[in-house]
């Protein structure tokens, strides 16, 4: 996107960070660069995208030079970047409300590839990304990095994978192969840690019916116990139930409430619907309720069914269901127990995503999809067009466990970044601050540093906000009124003309030409 802006009578102006990607004013930050093959049309939902890029499985010597959680505009411009704010392997990462405040909630800990889990924290930041909450029930389990859902603004559904002793001999196990991953849903109090409701997967579901099969040579001890379950995510309802989908079983189910006994499921050896034509899914991720009749015989879910896997089903040979990845939306009808696929959504690239991946049905009926172990996102109107669609890297370098499209309104407590250039006969002044979707101007100052005299302070140049990133250049003959010491500072006004913020005063430095590509190839020079 080509920036706009005006010139005034003191400055050339430009808008946005040079190409090759580094910004001026934030060197240290390292953002992904969206490689984006459907441009969004004028159909896409309002909001930004919000994804935590990390390292693919395929290829983890190739990676994103920061993996964290992001907010992007939709032609890939940043809007913010947790480094600093949030650390570790970062997951999950999405705007919704805590205490009637909008409220950003991520996944910070570590991840364990090879099983497909990790452990951490879930943290809750407001809209000037200060942490205002952790959720941590006070059971004494460690929080997975599947599922951080926040309900009616008061309470969380978290994941935990608990590894306990178990006798497996009936399912095929040896003796000594005695540990197995009890999957746990708790819903906790935010505030307090009190737990509200408990699930163990292996109170309800036995491990006869997994699909996963068990290795000669796992389940030996805790940290390898056979993951016969793999609950990767929670949702809840208006009526207390709950809804659930478990990897491993292949399988989707309602829970109760009350006592967290099956109401129904989808899927697996057991499914109460019959499973209409072209339903058969399997390995799926991210079921969410999405709307009852007003009699309860109909009710409409989503959720990603990746068909695909890194091992085959037990007692199975193929690895994969169909050829790519879906997006679905089912409707179940408690008369008959039919299911019906109302709306399926398949990669415009046709990807199969054998990891990860979500389904976000947004407010104006548009689908916004993450494809996971692929590293890209799509959203398509209602009736299944693209409108638009982008890889987080160019290449099957990155991948994101969850990505969504949320609106936000960012009001960083942080102070702007500023720096001044001098390059020849010219100095450019760049500014940004990390997280902001508030200022719509940058107006640029220059006094004399030698003085302490507020009247040395001059207006140098205006320059419309159209990126992470806005810049200024200053003919040199317009700042040497200000002396040999000039110092330079921006303040940032929003688009009613009120001040939201300034930056510190600078020193003018000398331009330094390196760009990423130099720095890459002195990287190489070993």
């Given amino acids: ?201 292996l109170d309800i579901v036995s491990p006869a019916d997994s699909l996963a099969p068990l290795p000669s040579g796992a389940a030996l001890d805790a940290p390898d116990a056979w993951d016969y379950f793999h609950l990767n995510s929670i949702d809840k309802d208006d009526e207390g139930n709950y809804l659930i989908s478990a990897r491993h079983t292949s399988t989707i189910y309602k829970l109760s409430g009350r006592d967290g006994s099956i109401i129904w499921q989808l899927g697996g050896d057991r499914s109460t619907f019959e499973l209409s034509p072209g339903l058969d899914f399997g390995w799926q991720h991210d079921a969410r309720f999405l709307n009852r009749s007003g009699d309860g015989t109909i009710e409409t879910i989503s959720f990603f069914d990746n068909s695909a896997s890194t091992f085959s089903q037990k007692d199975k040979s193929q690895t994969t269901l169909h050829t790519h990845s879906r997006a679905l939306i089912v409707q179940l009808n408690h008369a008959d127990n039919s299911s019906l696929v109302l709306q399926s959504y398949t990669s415009p690239d046709h990807l199969s995503a054998q990891s990860q991946g979500n389904t976000q049905v947004l407010p104006n009926g548009n689908v916004f999809v993450n494809w996971g172990q692929e590293g890209a996102v799509t959203e398509f109107s209602a009736d299944g067009t693209p409108i638009f669609n982008a890889f987080l890297e160019t290449g099957a370098s990155v991948q994101s466990y969850r990505g ?106 000398e331009a330094v030409h390196a760009s990423r590509e130099d720095r890459d190839e002195q990287a190489g020079e070993l």
């Fill in 404 to 509: 969504f499209r949320f609106e936000w309104t960012g009001r960083p407590k942080e102070v702007p970044a500023v720096v001044a250039l001098r390059d020849g006969s010219e100095t450019s002044v760049y500014v940004s601050w990390n997280g902001d979707t508030e200022v719509s101007l940058w107006r640029f100052y220059a006094q004399d540093g030698d003085s302490a005299d507020a009247s040395s302070v001059r207006k140098v140049g205006d320059a419309r906000k159209v990126s992470f990133e806005t810049s200024v250049t200053i003919p040199a003959q317009r700042l040497q009124e200000f002396g040999a010491h000039v110092r330079i500072f921006a303040a940032g006004f929003d688009k009613d003309g009120t001040v939201l913020t300034r930056t510190r005063e600078v020193a003018v430095v």
């Fill in 1 to 201: 996107m080509k920036p706009t802006g005006f010139v005034s009578v003191l400055a050339t102006l430009t808008g946005c960070a040079r190409a090759e990607w580094q910004f001026r004013s934030r060197p240290d930050l390292s953002p992904p660069r969206l490689n984006i093959t459907i441009p969004a049309t004028d159909d896409i939902s309002p909001g930004f995208i919000f994804v935590t890029p990390y390292p693919s499985f395929k290829d983890p010597a190739v990676f994103p030079e920061q993996p964290a959680a992001y907010i992007l505009r939709d032609d890939g411009d940043l809007v913010w970047s947790s480094l600093g704010y949030l650390s570790g392997f970062v997951a999950n990462f999405q705007a919704t409300r805590y205490q009637g405040q909008p409220v950003l909630q991520a996944f910070q800990g570590t991840i364990d590839s090879r099983h497909g889990r990790g452990h951490g924290t879930l943290q809750i930041l407001d809209n000037q990304y200060r942490p205002v909450a952790q959720v941590q029930s006070l059971t004494n389990k460690i929080p997975s990095l599947h599922e951080l859902r926040i309900v009616n603004e008061k309470t969380a559904l978290v994941e935990i994978y608990d590894p306990v002793p178990y006798d497996l001999t009936a399912y095929g196990g040896s003796e000594r192969q005695n540990w197995i991953v009890d999957s746990i849903l708790q819903e906790v109090d935010i505030e307090t840690g009190e737990l509200i409701f408990e699930v163990h997967s």
